[in-house]
């Protein structure tokens, strides 16, 4: 009989075992979405900072009447940059959507595989309600949509 209990112990741990290993993954996914969020966020400062403080420079230039017709385009290029800087907006709302929809998978797998807490009912976040908060996939001047 003690054999017999070892060998349910052991079945029965196995699923408690790979729920808290899924568990884990899912974490860690989410905690690695939170790093590129904050990466995402200081590189696209950075480059914003960049742009802005050129497009001033030659702003200064052509206001001066110290460039030639190439500065315009050199304007619109700028321009052009700072609009693709705006899918940070979009890759943000993905990302937190994306990190939201896993934390709420693993405390469901944490609620089912573990039970509810000796205070209660284990707090489960909601998943997103929204299946997705960005509807376009392509970006071009003025197409940009926020939420």
Same mark, same amino acid.
């Given at each position: 009989?003690?054999?017999?209990? #070892?060998? $349910?112990?052991?079945? $029965? ?9 899924? /568990? ?9 979405? #939170? +790093?590129? /969020? ?18 001033? /420079? ?8 110290? %460039?030639?017709?190439?500065?315009? +385009?050199?304007? #619109? ?15 943000? /709302? ?8 896993? +934390? ?6 944490? +609620? %089912? ?7 209660? #009912?284990?707090? %489960? ?8 908060? %960005? ?7 003025? $197409?940009?949509?926020?939420?």
């Amino acid at each position: 009989m003690n054999e017999a209990n #070892e060998q $349910s112990t052991g079945s $029965s741990s196995l699923p408690l075992l790979a729920a808290a290993d899924l /568990q884990d993954h899912l974490m860690t996914a989410s905690n690695d979405l #939170e +790093r590129l /969020q904050t990466l995402l966020e200081h590189a696209c400062e950075t480059l914003a900072q960049s742009f802005y403080g050129a497009t001033e /420079q030659v702003q200064a230039l052509m206001d001066a009447g110290a %460039v030639n017709g190439n500065a315009h +385009r050199l304007m #619109e290029q700028l321009g052009g940059a700072v609009t693709a800087l705006q899918f940070q907006d979009m890759a943000s /709302q993905l990302i937190n959507h994306t990190n939201h929809r896993l +934390r709420s998978c693993a405390d469901q797998i944490a +609620r %089912v595989a573990m039970g509810d807490d000796e205070d209660g #009912e284990t707090v %489960v976040q909601a998943p997103p309600a929204r299946p997705n908060p %960005v509807t376009q996939d392509e970006m071009d001047a003025g $197409s940009i949509e926020l939420f």
